[in-house]
């Protein structure tokens, strides 16, 4: 049954929004194992998505060896295990530092990185965003303050095309065409431009400068602080910044910046190496799979759930995208399964309400026009951004509603009906014929 309804707020915020510190951060990571109901999940920080072929070997293998052989990818561009033994803590650890993906025990789930993933390949950003992304990660593991981030603090390093500042990370870089760069606190058009050698820095410090207003407020992440105190901070990071010597100057963005969406495919670029851009289906990976991109070159994953290989010979590149799509990924935009997502659903969480991976895959059809998730309950973890249809199961069903922002519209309840449900889908995303 379908049923328009009047514009109103999303009727609940997945467990990252939650507006105040009640308790001791609770964030997977790679030494700090959840318990689900599949068994131990491990959440592996990768900055900017950045793996060697070395690096994404060994991550195959730790999902062979402890867990359930899959790779989930996040929207952050890190890499999950799930089915883990809950004693495999030690040994796991340890072949993930003898990797090189754990610099540091008291850090590792602060490395939260995203990075506009095509930067430095295609010519459209208007700076490299990789000195940055290498300087941030040392400062970070480098400074006894940044400990005290929460695992849900989220820094964004966008090269100007406006791919990953679209996330709404806490803090944001933007690479200017100049040399320079403007850092955007939160999500609001207020920035600061620094010189560009001077971007993490000022980053890291302004993350420090958070950090002192959370004690006050008990924030986890900017967007949860009380306006006032969100209102002040920019100006106290503009402090700190010319008391440590940067050059700050406070701008505001004369327009929103264009987001570039990430196309799958072979990446147009002048350079002598090809790099190949794909999309993974509802973001988890098999060791086939795996084991194919891991040797095909150096991986970005994204944080749209996939992966650009850099590195590929010109000549294998047009055969290897066959071998992608051969092995069930996205190579192109006629994927019925293109902005397709879900989070882990039955079996593997006790709050979900539904099996939405096997459900969203039973409806899933024709590419639409607007990306959709599918939620086996209100918590929605890992929703995308910006504007989508939004797929959540009920007691009875699913409802699916039209996502703008923080705004929700043109409801519709489907029973248990999987026909009616997949048209219910493909007519909210605007299905392309």
Partial sequence: MLAAMSASPLPSRSPGDACARSSGDACPGALRLHRADDGALARIRIPGGVLTPRQATVLGQTAERFGDGELHLTSRGNVQLRGLAPD??????????????????????VRNVVASPLSGLDGLGATDVRPWLTGLDRLLCGSEGATALSGRFLFALDDGRGDVDALGADLTLLGLADGGGLLRVGH???????????????????????????????AWRVKDLPDDAAAALPGEVERRLAQAGITCVPEVLPRPLESLPLAH???????????????VPLGRLDQEQWRLLSG???????????????????????????????????????????????????????????????????????AGRLPV?????????????????????????????????????????VRDDPAALADAVAAARGTRT
């Fill in 88 to 109: 495999c803590g030690a040994e796991l650890a340890g072949a993930l530092e003898e990797a090189g993906l754990l610099p540091s025990a008291r850090h590792e789930r």
């Fill in 188 to 218: 609001g058009d207020a920035v600061l431009r620094v010189p560009a050698a001077d971007g993490p820095r000022a980053a890291l410090l302004a993350a420090e400068a958070f950090l002192d207003t959370e004690r006050e407020t008990g």
């Fill in 265 to 279: 495919g072979r990446i147009p670029d002048g350079g002598g190496e090809a790099a190949l851009s794909v999309g």
């Fill in 296 to 366: 095909a070159g150096e991986l970005r994953l994204t944080p749209w759930r996939g992966a650009v290989i850099t590195g590929i010979a010109p000549h294998r590149a047009d055969g290897l995208l066959r071998e992608l799509s051969e092995a069930g990924l996205i190579t192109g935009p006629g994927s019925p399964w293109s902005g397709v997502g879900a989070c882990i659903g039955q079996p593997g969480c006790a709050k979900s309400l539904a099996d939405v991976r096997a459900d969203a895959g039973a409806a899933v059809g024709p």
């Fill in 373 to 413: 998730y599918w939620s086996g309950c209100e918590r929605r973890c890992g929703h995308p951004r910006g504007e989508w249809i939004d797929v959540v199961a009920t007691p009875g069903g699913y409802r699916i509603s039209h996502v703008r922002g923080d705004r929700s519209t043109e409801a519709a309840a």
